[in-house]
């Protein structure tokens, strides 16, 4: 198998736009039309697992266990499940280490990747982008997801992996969801997959409250957080293990673990709710989550100086605007909607503000990541996407590669 890799800004991924009368028709046109991403996902999997040494006896029990695990937390999901690999001409377990390849590596000693994630709370106008970092060995293995409505469920919009229903996307009921991997000592494989929890708040929550029950009632087994969107707020669910806790932005302070004076929140690959603490663990020793967190937490504070320059206050001391964010930068293009200094004074806080915080270069912690020349196999990871999600205009915008790549390939996709 090549060790080559495509660079993420280069790929043009397809577009997976289906129409069914019920789920079940709907997942067997997924597997039959997504056939061969679907078997190249699943060989490029069984490559990493083998790299990260779990073993295959390891996988298929794992993959069997979340399974069964998703079935009798989510039927009508696990019936789709069942009809995308009937499609695709596969096992069940099969397409399972896909689905659930999140819990599968529970099993490694240490995770391989990172994300970025910025989102700002304004009632009525919330936004929220990521910069979904992976291994770039998978930067042509994911696809534009535009999943039609069926009878009980919205339609939804985002990105997958081949073989997955839904991952990091919106919905046309205005409930959006982003995901950032964590680790924790209580990891372990068997749970309902996360990218199955957040294809279920994709296709059944029509408000914030319920896109939190349906995180909430899934029997988890990993570790990751869940940044639900909304036009009302933005609500972090950090995961460690069976454990669950929220985090929400508020203009004033509140209880423990909701934290963001400013609005905004931040999160990269490391726990902060301080109930979660106890056993968090870093992804892996050169994790540089921590790093990323500082440079967004400052350039939160400059981005929030210049709002209150701009309408001719004092700016926040330092240190004020406690969350999570990066940097706006003065002379730089104002895409999707960022507000300009001249109109920042009665402007919200727009989804292309917030890519320019996401936006890092040479020297910058490395929010938009790019592979080190002649980086192995396996330690090479790179920004994929980047996702801006504007909840309140039904609108998301999906580019191959990094915001530093310039976007060139962005697609927005209107609900």
């Known amino acids: 198998m090549s060790t080559e890799f495509v660079p993420a800004a280069e790929v043009r991924p397809v577009t997976f736009a289906v129409h069914a009368s019920d789920h079940v028709e709907r997942g067997h046109r997924r597997g039959e039309e997504l056939r061969t991403g679907i078997a190249s996902t699943l060989d490029a999997y069984r490559r990493y697992f083998s790299h990260l040494s779990i073993t295959e006896a390891a996988v298929h029990s794992a993959a069997t266990s979340s399974w069964q695990r998703l079935q009798q937390w989510w039927p009508t999901g696990a019936e789709e499940v069942e009809a995308v690999a009937a499609g695709a001409g596969i096992d069940v377990p099969e397409l399972m280490e896909i689905v659930a390849r999140t819990e599968i590596m529970t099993q490694a000693p240490a995770a391989p990747t990172e994300c970025s994630t910025v989102s700002h709370t304004s009632p009525g106008a919330s936004v929220a982008a990521q910069n979904w970092d992976w291994a770039a060995d998978f930067s042509t293995l994911w696809h534009f997801n535009d999943v039609g409505a069926v009878p009980g469920q919205h339609r939804h919009v985002g990105i997958a992996e081949f073989g997955m229903l839904g991952k990091i996307g919106l919905n046309e009921a205005g409930v959006g969801v982003l995901l950032n991997i964590l680790k924790h000592r209580n990891d372990a494989p068997g749970g309902v997959p996360i990218h199955m929890i957040l294809a279920r708040v994709l296709a059944e929550a029509g408000t914030l409250a319920e896109a939190l029950e349906i995180i909430d009632s899934a029997p988890t087994s990993s570790s990751s957080i869940i940044t639900v969107i909304t036009a009302e707020a933005a609500v972090q669910v950090e995961i460690a293990g069976e454990l669950k806790r929220e985090r929400r932005a508020r203009a004033s302070s509140g209880a423990d673990g909701e934290t963001g004076e400013s609005g905004f929140l931040i999160h990269t690959n490391h726990f902060l709710h301080p109930d979660l603490l106890d056993g968090a663990l870093e992804l892996r020793p050169d994790s540089t989550s ?27 001391a330092d240190g004020a605007a406690e969350s999570d964010s990066a940097a706006h930068t003065d002379g730089a293009a104002e895409p999707d909607g960022a507000a300009s200094t001249d109109g920042a004074k009665n402007a919200p806080v727009a989804v292309g503000d917030l890519t320019k915080l996401l936006t890092t270069g040479p020297g910058d912690a490395p929010v938009c990541c790019t592979p080190a020349p002649g980086a192995a196999y396996g330690d090479r990871s790179a920004t994929l996407v980047s996702v801006r999600i504007d909840p309140a205009r039904k609108q998301i915008d999906l580019a191959p590669g990094s915001p530093a790549d310039g976007l060139h390939g962005n697609r927005r996709f209107q609900l």
Do not use: I
């Not at 500082?294 to 004092?314: K, P």
């Open 290 to 316: 921590q790093e990323r967190y500082r440079h967004l937490a400052e350039a939160v504070v400059r981005f929030e100086a210049e709002r209150a320059l701009a309408r001719g206050g004092e700016p926040p």
